[in-house]
């Protein structure tokens, strides 16, 4: 099974490449299957794993930004992988 996690910050106003640098800086205990980072409007980040795990599986996950670079708490979602499309 494929389990992905997302994190989205939003970075305090004109930080967002600051806290972009700083999520692709964390480094996670175990190796992901997949990572990838985005960016858009409004200085928010968001960073995908994608793990080959049960959807209940103890994963890590990025930590908080130090309150001084985000304007709000993390949000994180989990999903379960129902299909891969090839596009």
């Not at 700083?22 to 960073?47: K, Y």
Request: proline content about 6%; cysteine-free.
């Amino acid at each position: 099974m494929t389990v992905a996690l997302m994190w989205e910050a939003r970075a305090a106003e004109g930080r967002g490449e600051e806290l972009l640098a700083w999520a692709r800086a964390q480094e996670l205990a175990v190796e992901p299957v997949r990572r990838e980072s985005f960016r858009a409007p409004q200085d928010r980040v968001l960073v995908i794993t994608w793990w080959d795990a049960g959807y209940d599986a103890v994963l890590p996950e990025l930590p908080e930004p130090d309150g001084e670079l985000v304007t709000r708490g993390v949000h994180r979602w989990r999903f379960e992988s129902v299909a891969v499309d090839q596009g």
